[in-house]
């Protein structure tokens, strides 16, 4: 996956809104570098990429609530939820593709192999349709022409709320970190319910929007934030290899309720759902040892005292 640019430095004396229409277009850049790649037919990479920095730059402007009036970039922001969409729909395939495709290899009898592969081509001609809806989408909104919006529209979002909004860049960061890390607290329980697939995924995107916050203002603070950051990525990944693991078990479970439709074997079926639920069970376990070392070392106080 690619990294994301780091933001520009701040001194005590910076503009907060020159240094955030700087952070947003560097942002919104990323997201657009990557608007020819996506479309190449195999090219995995290049879609997570411009998903994921299509997310950093929507978590920006939400952070930046207190600079920018939102609603010159409304209709922006709207366009970019309708690509994040189209994105994940592709992206989803790809996650499912791989994960089949390590479970193929494991596959000791030929049926059972064969019967996998079945499924992986049926994905595939999935993505390829799913690919060709995002082509659609990026065409009728137009790559060029939202940067134009957006470049025309930034300078209005900030210069509104430029004589009443705040002039300490610390101050948001501080706001905006706080913010997120409550939301981390109250979501936080859900750890605890193994079986609660909804309750793990509101975890895993409070995890993922304090992670990206922190990186976004990390300038603003001690290199000591970023080992926040660190830890955040990997409760991200270990719940998000438990959503993917509970999507495919609902689809299997309609799988076997469809027997006459669906042309995977019941047998197939039974021993991918086997895989999964024991995949889902590693991933799971480690984002519950991950949360009983934060609880052990003070992991939110210990954030909390770095941004206060």
Same mark, same amino acid.
Request: charged residues 35%.
């Given at each position: 996956? /690619?990294k994301?640019?780091?933001?520009p430095?701040?001194?005590s004396?910076?503009?907060i809104?020159?240094?955030?229409a700087?952070?947003?277009?560097?942002?919104?850049?990323?997201?657009?570098?990557f608007?020819?790649?996506?479309?190449?037919?195999?090219?995995?990479?290049?879609?997570?990429?411009m998903?994921?920095?299509?997310?950093?730059?929507?978590?920006?402007?939400?952070?930046?609530? @207190?600079?920018? $009036?939102?609603?010159?970039?409304?209709?922006?922001?709207?366009?970019?939820?309708?690509?994040a969409?189209?994105?994940?729909a592709?992206r +989803?395939?790809?996650?499912?593709?791989?994960a089949?495709?390590?479970?193929a290899?494991?596959?000791?009898?030929?049926w059972?192999?064969?019967?996998?592969?079945?499924?992986?081509?049926?994905?595939?001609?999935k993505?390829?349709?799913?690919?060709?809806?995002?082509?659609?989408?990026?065409?009728?909104?137009?790559?060029?022409?939202?940067?134009?919006?957006?470049?025309?529209?930034?300078?209005?979002?900030?210069? @509104?709320?430029?004589?009443?909004?705040p002039? $300490?860049?610390?101050?948001?960061?501080?706001a905006?970190i706080?913010?997120?890390?409550?939301e981390?607290?109250k979501?936080?329980?859900?750890i605890?319910?193994?079986? $609660?697939?909804?309750?793990?995924?509101?975890?895993?995107?409070?995890?993922?929007?304090?992670?990206?916050?922190?990186?976004?203002f /990390?300038?603003c603070?001690? +290199?000591?934030?970023?080992?926040?950051?660190?830890?955040?990525?990997?409760? @991200?990944?270990d719940?998000?290899?438990?959503?993917?693991?509970?999507?495919?078990?609902?689809?299997?479970?309609?799988?076997?309720k469809?027997?006459?439709?669906?042309?995977?074997?019941?047998?197939?079926s039974?021993?991918?759902l086997?895989?999964?639920?024991?995949?889902r069970s590693?991933?799971y376990?480690?984002?519950?040892?991950?949360?009983?070392?934060?609880?052990? $070392?003070?992991?939110?106080?210990?954030?909390?005292?770095?941004?206060?």
């Amino acid at each position: 996956m /690619a990294k994301p640019k780091k933001a520009p430095a701040v001194s005590s004396s910076a503009d907060i809104y020159e240094w955030t229409a700087e952070v947003l277009r560097l942002r919104f850049d990323e997201v657009m570098g990557f608007g020819e790649a996506v479309l190449a037919p195999g090219n995995v990479d290049a879609v997570h990429d411009m998903r994921v920095a299509i997310r950093r730059l929507r978590t920006a402007l939400r952070d930046f609530v @207190q600079v920018i $009036n939102e609603k010159p970039l409304k209709g922006v922001r709207t366009d970019l939820k309708k690509i994040a969409d189209s994105l994940g729909a592709v992206r +989803d395939h790809d996650v499912a593709i791989i994960a089949l495709e390590e479970f193929a290899a494991e596959a000791e009898d030929v049926w059972l192999r064969e019967g996998v592969e079945d499924l992986i081509g049926e994905l595939r001609s999935k993505r390829k349709r799913a690919l060709s809806g995002l082509k659609k989408k990026l065409a009728s909104i137009s790559l060029d022409k939202l940067r134009e919006r957006f470049s025309a529209r930034i300078d209005d979002s900030l210069r @509104q709320l430029e004589l009443f909004g705040p002039t $300490n860049l610390k101050d948001v960061s501080r706001a905006v970190i706080e913010g997120r890390l409550q939301e981390l607290c109250k979501t936080g329980k859900a750890i605890y319910e193994p079986f $609660n697939a909804e309750k793990l995924h509101n975890l895993r995107i409070a995890a993922k929007r304090l992670r990206y916050s922190i990186e976004l203002f /990390a300038v603003c603070w001690s +290199d000591e934030i970023l080992e926040f950051a660190v830890e955040l990525a990997k409760l @991200q990944s270990d719940l998000g290899g438990v959503h993917d693991c509970d999507v495919w078990t609902v689809t299997l479970k309609k799988r076997f309720k469809e027997k006459g439709k669906s042309k995977t074997p019941a047998a197939t079926s039974a021993w991918l759902l086997s895989k999964f639920v024991g995949k889902r069970s590693k991933a799971y376990r480690s984002a519950l040892e991950l949360w009983r070392e934060w609880e052990a $070392n003070g992991f939110i106080k210990r954030l909390g005292a770095v941004i206060r």
